[in-house]
C-alpha cells in the first residue's frame, strides 16, 4: 500500500498517516505528452542553494525508492525539475536535501505544473496551479486525516466501553465510517474514470465473498467456498495492462498475499498460477517486467522443498525465450546457467546415473542399487555441518530408515582418503556404501547441483527423486508422505 505523505520530523503525524494510508491508500496519474517540469517553492523554510530530488516508487513502498531528477532552490526557495523524457506516470516524490523531508504528489507524462509547500504543515500543506488532479489528490488526503481521528475516537471509546450495547453502538460506528470510505472511492471512479487514482481504488478492491452457507453438488456444505472465490476472484479490479500501477507501493504486496500466502507452496500450482498471470500482463513492459522477475526470485529464493522447479519452468519458458528484455546478455546467462544445473535434479525426476568407486576401487552404480528408499548423501570429512549431520543420519537410519528398506550411497566431494577413511571408522557407517570419483568422470556436482554440503537426497525404489537438501529432521516425515500417497509417484522424465 501507499505510504503517507509528511514532515519526517513529525513523528506522531507521520506514524498516524503511515496506518492510515495502509488502510485506505491513495495514488493518482494520467499519461500524456512528454516529460515534466514542476516549479517547486516552499514558504516556512529557508532551502537557499539546497537540493531537491525527484523520486518515484516501483512496486514497492518505501524506503525503495528510486531517485530519478534533482535541482537546486535558488534565494527564494524556488526550484525547476524539468525533463523531456517520456516517463510513466504514477507516485512520485519530493524529496529534500536533508532525505528526511518529503510529500508524495501524483505526477502524469506532460505534466507542468507548480507547488507551493509548508514543510511544517505537511502532508496538506501543499497547493497546486495547474493540476486539478493533485488538488483532488490533496483533499483525499484531508479525508483521509478526519477519517484516521474518527477511528482513533472510536477505538477509545471502544477502550472504555463497559457494556456490550457501548460496543455494539461503537463498532456499529467504525463499520460506517468503512463504508464511507468505500463510497467515496466508488464515487470517485464513477466520475474520474481512467484516472489511475480511479485505477488504485479498483486495485486495492477485494473480492467480497457471498454471505451465507455454500454447498457442492451432493448437497454438503463447501467449507472452501470462502477460499476458492477470494482466490478465484483476486485479480478482478487490478487493472494488470495498466503500467502506471508498477510505480505505486501496491502491487509487490498483491503479488505476495497471492503467490506466499492464498497458492499451495508447490512447484506445478505456482507455476501455472505464474503464466496465467504473465499472461495476463502480456503486451505491458512494467506489469510483465515486475511479475516474471518477482516471481521468479519468489521461486529460487523459497524454502519450500521442490519450489525450484517453478524456477527453471519460468527461465526456460519466458527468460530462454526472449522475454527478459531488461537484463543484459551476462545476467541472462547467469539465470540460464542457474536453471541448467537444477533441471537435471528437480523432485520427480529420475535421479541422474552415479557411478563411483569405494575404498577398494569396487564400482557402484547408484542405478543398480537394490533399494526400497536411498539417501544419496553428498558430504565432505572437512566440513563441519557434514561432521554434524553425518552421525544424526546415521543413528536414524539404524533406529528407523533401515527397517523401511533405506539404504545410503554416500559421496566424498572432497578431502583425501586418509581423513576420509577415519571419519567412515569414526561415525561407525562403513556398512554404509561410500564413495567418491577419483577420476572425475561422474560430473555429480552439475548434476545434482552440489554447490555445498551436506546435500541430501531422498529417491525411491525407481530412483526417482522424492525429497532434495533434506535432513535427519525431515526424511522419516517425507517417507511417510510417500508411503501415504499424499506425493504422486509417476516420473517427471524418463
Known amino acids: 500500500m501507499p505510504f503517507g505523505i509528511g514532515f519526517h520530523n513529525n513523528i506522531r503525524m507521520r506514524k498516524a498517516l503511515l496506518t492510515l494510508l495502509l488502510l485506505a491508500g491513495i495514488v493518482s496519474f494520467v499519461s500524456a505528452g512528454n516529460g515534466y517540469k514542476i516549479g517547486i517553492r516552499f514558504t516556512d523554510v529557508n532551502l537557499s542553494d539546497s537540493l531537491v530530488y525527484l523520486a518515484h516508487y516501483y512496486g514497492k513502498s518505501i524506503p525503495t525508492i528510486y531517485k530519478i531528477d534533482s535541482a537546486r532552490f535558488d534565494k527564494n526557495n524556488f526550484a525547476i525539475l524539468q ?10 516524490i519530493i524529496l529534500l536535501g536533508d532525505k528526511r523531508t518529503y510529500f508524495e504528489f501524483l505526477l502524469n507524462n506532460g ?3 507548480s507547488i507551493t509547500a509548508k514543510a511544517q504543515e505537511l502532508p496538506v500543506g501543499l497547493s497546486f496551479k495547474n493540476s486539478p488532479e493533485n488538488e483532488r489528490f490533496v483533499s483525499y488526503i484531508r479525508y483521509l486525516g478526519e477519517y484516521s481521528g474518527k477511528q482513533q475516537q472510536y477505538q477509545q471509546e471502544l477502550a472504555r466501553a463497559k457494556t456490550k450495547i457501548d460496543s455494539t453502538l461503537t463498532l456499529e460506528k ?5 463504508k464511507a470510505v468505500t463510497t467515496y472511492r466508488k464515487d470517485y471512479v464513477a466520475k474520474y474514470p481512467g484516472t489511475v487514482l480511479a485505477a488504485v481504488f479498483n486495485a486495492l478492491e477485494t473480492p467480497k465473498v457471498p454471505e451465507g452457507k455454500h454447498y457442492l453438488s451432493g448437497g454438503r456444505e463447501d467449507t472452501l467456498f470462502a477460499y476458492n472465490f477470494y482466490r478465484e476472484h483476486y485479480w478482478d479490479n487490478f487493472d494488470l495492462q495498466d503500467d502506471r500501477l508498477i510505480y505505486t507501493p501496491i502491487y509487490d504486496n498483491k503479488l505476495d498475499e497471492y503467490f506466499n500466502k492464498l497458492i499451495p507452496q508447490i512447484a506445478d500450482t505456482f507455476a501455472t498460477e505464474a503464466d496465467k498471470l504473465l499472461a495476463k500482463t502480456r503486451g505491458t513492459k512494467e506489469v510483465f517486467k515486475y511479475t516474471l522477475h518477482t516471481l ?6 523459497s524454502k519450500i522443498m521442490g519450489m525450484d522447479e517453478a524456477f527453471v519452468h519460468l527461465v526456460e519458458n519466458y527468460y530462454m525465450k526472449g522475454d527478459a528484455w531488461w537484463l543484459s546478455s551476462d ?6 546457467d542457474r536453471a541448467q544445473k537444477i533441471a537435471p535434479n528437480v523432485i520427480g525426476n529420475i535421479a541422474p546415473e552415479l557411478k563411483m568407486v569405494d575404498l577398494q576401487n569396487k564400482e557402484h552404480s547408484l542405478s ?4 526400497k528408499y536411498t539417501l544419496l548423501v553428498f558430504w565432505s570429512p572437512t566440513c563441519g555441518t557434514c561432521l554434524e549431520e553425518v552421525p544424526k543420519l546415521d543413528s536414524l537410519y539404524r533406529t528407523v530408515l533401515k527397517n523401511k528398506g533405506v539404504k ?14 577415519e571419519k567412515i571408522d569414526q561415525f561407525g557407517i562403513n556398512d554404509w556404501i561410500n564413495v567418491y570419483d577419483p577420476e572425475r568422470k561422474s560430473n555429480y556436482r552439475a548434476l545434482y547441483d552440489v554447490y555445498g554440503t551436506p ?13 532434495k537438501r533434506v535432513g535427519h529432521e525431515n526424511i522419516l516425515q517425507l517417507i511417510e508422505l510417500l508411503e501415504a500417497g499424499h506425493i504422486p509417484n509417476t516420473p517427471k522424465k524418463s
Do not use: C, H, P
Open 368 to 371: 543398480g542399487l537394490k533399494a
Open 408 to 421: 545410503m550411497y554416500a559421496v566424498r566431494t572432497d578431502s583425501d582418503i586418509k581423513i576420509w577413511k
Open 83 to 92: 525533463s523531456k523524457d517520456t516517463i510513466v506516470g504514477g507516485i512520485y
Open 174 to 178: 467504525l463499520a460506517a465510517e468503512g
Open 296 to 301: 521468479a526470485q519468489y521461486a529460487q529464493n
Open 455 to 467: 546435500s541430501v537426497y531422498l529417491l525411491d525404489e525407481k530412483k526417482i527423486i522424492r525429497g
Open 111 to 113: 505534466d507542468d505544473f
Open 331 to 336: 545476467m541472462l546467462a547467469k539465470y540460464v
